[in-house]
């Protein structure tokens, strides 16, 4: 949780962005569930697929019930996938609105994002906590894929754009944003108005309004102009992206993404066959898949997929998987009491509406074999009471440096796309680790380690919601895009694998340690947020923030921000480190390099250019 002064908070900067940008702007009935073309599955309530010949007042009944289910509905149980079947959707004169609350998937169901077009908006707006605080901080668990927004409709500071103001675990992939800005912050609702994000991929939009954006990455995208910087704005293989010119503003430019496969995803051929495409690996890419030709990949028919619900026996479910079958889960919350097991190569396991697989009895829910070409992707991974060792392994970790490298393909590497992992906020919850990948090549795509720091009473705590550390990897040639990991108990980061490469990291660090006594070790004060190991030869980061607001004792130190070898094929680029709400020092950005950032600077960073 962001709170109000970890932004760049001055109410009259704030102010005259918002006045800047809006002078300079130019200008329930029931959906079906069980598609055609599917034989007998059936995809359940919470996925409402829509069609062009309904009304336009018809879809507006159905969204809007689901928002104003899910608009406040943080720590809920309630998940959702509203669909969109290839067509165009609203005209200027009833445009579709479409706003999305928590745990709420909005996708088209074409091939390529031109193929559904909604006139209108798909819009995300501050979560108002009270009449003077509406904020996007919490802004949480929501997506939006393929399909194209057309900006039109709403009236007077609402026209002025579409409206995606999130913040951690809300990605945006495949969008065409055509005709009005797209902003990721919500200036037109009471203030403050902070956003904490935030993802997107593959798309293509006209301008961007940034604005109280501390951090953003963007990658193998096009961007029609970016309004401004704050901590930490990444883009890797953005065309019309800003220039390099870390720390003043703080963007992080790479001309290529250095490795990128795109999430699965579902769509409707001109037949009425339902089918997941599954799009082909990339490296050093820039732009988005599908505007100069068809996405590169595979399709898949959706008869070669298990689909499973919270209601599927956990056996079936697993016993499909072994048997080599595709994996699609539907909106829920599945007890998870029994390992899941990826064993095939090229398996797909694709969530829809954020399924969230919640640890029963401190089993590990699910584990990827040693194969290559696996796909995971839009799910949830929360930890039960009984403490788990870690929430999902990619890889066994057998064998250790002599291990079969057979098992890993380059060509072919397995990928998590957007997997979002929580130790409490809903119920209190215990894991060692929450993502462990022993696995070589692989790519972490929008990843999200979260030990809450805030939900339902009795859920977090110190000694409530324990876990040491996010994201451990001790597998070779592993590249992060979209690297999220905030208050673990130690290391929030830790990379012993060869060649990792990461573009854009962020972090908080716990905001609960009780004393200093309790946070130390080594003679080191607190953990760093991003750790490699000391027997790494080569490892590579651009653009990583961490943060430290310790409100249980705000006179806490943490060493380092950063820990790395020092020795020349570990590079560290645009590093910074900030104190948030005077509450907890940094006393270097990395290793010993770096000004200290005190409770007595709020807000402002620390920077590294480049290290060693």
Same mark, same amino acid.
């Given at each position: 949780? @962001?709170?109000?002064?970890?932004?760049?908070?001055?109410?009259?900067?704030?102010?005259?962005?918002?006045?800047?940008?809006?002078?300079?702007?130019?200008?329930?009935?029931?959906?079906?569930?069980?598609?055609?073309?599917?034989?007998?599955?059936d995809?359940?309530?919470?996925?409402?697929?829509?069609?062009?010949?309904?009304?336009?007042?018809?879809?507006?009944?159905?969204?809007?019930a689901?928002?104003?289910?899910?608009?406040?509905?943080?720590?809920?149980t309630?998940?959702?996938?509203?669909?969109f079947?290839p067509?165009?959707?609203?005209?200027?004169?009833?445009?579709?609105?479409?706003?999305?609350?928590?745990?709420?998937?909005?996708?088209?169901?074409?091939?390529?994002?031109?193929?559904?077009?909604i006139?209108?908006h798909?819009?995300?707006?501050?979560?108002?906590?009270?009449?003077?605080?509406?904020?996007?901080?919490?802004?949480?668990?929501?997506?939006?894929?393929?399909?194209?927004?057309?900006?039109?409709?709403?009236?007077?500071?609402?026209?002025?754009a579409?409206?995606?103001?999130?913040?951690?675990?809300?990605?945006?992939? @495949?969008?065409?944003?055509?005709?009005?800005?797209?902003?990721?912050m919500?200036?037109?609702?009471?203030?403050?108005? =902070?956003a904490?994000?935030?993802?997107?991929?593959?798309?293509?939009?006209?301008?961007?309004?940034?604005?109280?954006?501390?951090?953003?990455?963007?990658?193998?995208?096009?961007?029609?102009?970016?309004?401004?910087?704050?901590?930490?704005?990444?883009?890797?293989?953005?065309?019309?992206?800003?220039?390099?010119?870390?720390?003043?503003?703080? =963007?992080?430019?790479?001309?290529?993404?250095?490795?990128?496969?795109?999430?699965?995803?579902?769509?409707?051929?001109?037949s009425?066959?339902?089918?997941?495409?599954?799009?082909?690996?990339?490296?050093e890419?820039?732009?988005p898949?599908?505007?100069?030709?068809?996405?590169?990949? @595979?399709?898949?028919?959706?008869?070669?997929f298990?689909?499973?619900?919270?209601?599927?026996?956990?056996?079936?479910?697993?016993?499909?998987?072994?048997?080599?079958?595709?994996?699609?889960l539907?909106?829920?919350?599945?007890?998870?009491?029994?390992?899941?097991?990826?064993?095939?190569?090229?398996?797909?396991?694709?969530?829809?509406?954020?399924?969230?697989?919640?640890?029963?009895?401190?089993v590990?829910?699910?584990?990827?074999?040693?194969?290559?070409?696996?796909?995971?992707?839009?799910?949830?991974?929360?930890?039960?009471?009984?403490?788990?060792?870690?929430?999902?392994?990619?890889?066994?970790?057998?064998?250790?440096?002599?291990?079969?490298?057979?098992?890993?393909?380059?060509?072919?590497?397995?990928?998590?796309?957007?997997?979002?992992?929580?130790?409490?906020?809903?119920?209190?919850?215990?894991?060692?680790?929450?993502?462990?990948?022993?696995?070589?090549?692989?790519?972490?795509?929008?990843?999200?380690?979260?030990?809450?720091?805030?939900?339902?009473?009795?859920?977090?705590?110190?000694?409530?919601?324990p876990?040491?550390?996010?994201?451990?990897?001790?597998?070779?040639?592993?590249?992060?895009?979209?690297?999220?990991?905030?208050?673990?108990?130690?290391?929030?980061?830790?990379?012993?694998?060869?060649?990792?490469?990461?573009?854009?990291?962020?972090?908080?660090?716990p905001?609960?340690?009780?004393?200093?006594?309790?946070?130390?070790?080594?003679?080191?004060?607190?953990?760093a947020?991003?750790?490699?190991?000391?027997?790494?030869?080569?490892?590579?980061?651009?653009?990583?923030?961490? =943060?430290?607001?310790?409100?249980?004792?705000?006179?806490?130190?943490?060493?380092?921000?950063?820990?790395?070898?020092?020795?020349?094929?570990?590079?560290?680029?645009?590093?910074?480190t900030?104190?948030?709400?005077?509450?907890?020092?940094?006393?270097?950005?990395?290793?010993?390099?770096?000004?200290?950032?005190?409770?007595?600077?709020v807000?402002?960073?620390?920077?590294?250019?480049?290290?060693?």
């Amino acid at each position: 949780m @962001r709170r109000a002064s970890t932004r760049w908070s001055v109410a009259s900067a704030l102010l005259g962005l918002t006045t800047l940008l809006l002078s300079g702007l130019t200008t329930a009935p029931t959906a079906n569930a069980a598609p055609p073309g599917t034989g007998t599955v059936d995809l359940g309530p919470n996925v409402k697929v829509f069609d062009p010949s309904m009304p336009t007042s018809e879809i507006r009944a159905v969204v809007d019930a689901v928002y104003a289910q899910q608009v406040d509905a943080e720590m809920g149980t309630g998940r959702y996938a509203l669909l969109f079947k290839p067509g165009v959707y609203g005209s200027a004169a009833h445009p579709l609105i479409v706003k999305v609350g928590y745990y709420t998937e909005v996708a088209g169901l074409g091939a390529s994002p031109g193929d559904v077009t909604i006139n209108g908006h798909v819009d995300v707006y501050n979560r108002c906590l009270a009449p003077d605080n509406c904020i996007a901080l919490n802004n949480f668990w929501r997506s939006l894929s393929n399909l194209t927004i057309n900006v039109m409709g709403e009236t007077g500071c609402l026209a002025s754009a579409n409206f995606w103001a999130v913040s951690q675990a809300a990605p945006m992939r @495949r969008v065409d944003v055509r005709g009005g800005n797209l902003s990721l912050m919500d200036y037109c609702t009471a203030g403050p108005q =902070y956003a904490s994000g935030g993802f997107i991929a593959d798309s293509r939009t006209e301008f961007v309004i940034n604005g109280s954006q501390q951090q953003f990455l963007v990658r193998d995208s096009a961007v029609g102009g970016w309004s401004n910087a704050v901590w930490n704005q990444v883009f890797a293989g953005v065309q019309g992206a800003p220039a390099q010119s870390f720390p003043k503003p703080p =963007y992080t430019t790479l001309a290529t993404n250095p490795a990128s496969r795109e999430r699965p995803y579902l769509w409707v051929d001109d037949s009425g066959t339902w089918q997941v495409f599954v799009p082909a690996p990339r490296t050093e890419s820039s732009g988005p898949t599908w505007t100069a030709a068809p996405t590169a990949g @595979r399709s898949l028919p959706l008869a070669e997929f298990f689909v499973a619900s919270p209601n599927t026996p956990l056996v079936k479910i697993d016993a499909a998987l072994a048997q080599g079958r595709n994996l699609l889960l539907l909106p829920g919350v599945y007890s998870v009491d029994r390992t899941l097991d990826v064993k095939r190569a090229h398996t797909v396991v694709l969530g829809l509406g954020l399924p969230t697989l919640t640890s029963a009895g401190g089993v590990v829910p699910l584990q990827i074999g040693d194969v290559p070409g696996v796909d995971v992707a839009g799910i949830m991974l929360d930890a039960g009471p009984a403490g788990s060792p870690a929430l999902l392994r990619v890889g066994t970790g057998r064998g250790g440096p002599g291990k079969d490298r057979k098992a890993s393909d380059p060509a072919n590497p397995t990928a998590l796309q957007d997997v979002f992992f929580r130790i409490g906020g809903p119920h209190a919850g215990s894991a060692t680790v929450a993502l462990e990948v022993d696995s070589d090549h692989v790519i972490l795509d929008d990843i999200w380690a979260w030990r809450a720091d805030h939900g339902v009473p009795g859920s977090f705590g110190w000694t409530v919601n324990p876990s040491d550390t996010g994201v451990v990897v001790r597998g070779d040639d592993v590249t992060a895009t979209g690297l999220f990991s905030e208050h673990f108990k130690k290391e929030n980061v830790i990379w012993s694998g060869e060649r990792g490469r990461t573009v854009f990291f962020q972090n908080e660090f716990p905001y609960d340690p009780p004393n200093q006594a309790a946070w130390q070790h080594d003679g080191i004060l607190g953990y760093a947020a991003y750790k490699v190991a000391d027997t790494v030869q080569n490892h590579e980061l651009w653009g990583g923030g961490a =943060y430290i607001y310790t409100n249980v004792d705000p006179t806490l130190h943490a060493t380092h921000g950063f820990e790395v070898p020092v020795t020349p094929g570990v590079r560290m680029h645009d590093l910074l480190t900030v104190s948030l709400n005077h509450a907890g020092t940094i006393d270097h950005v990395v290793n010993d390099v770096g000004d200290p950032v005190t409770p007595d600077m709020v807000g402002v960073p620390s920077y590294v250019v480049s290290y060693p």
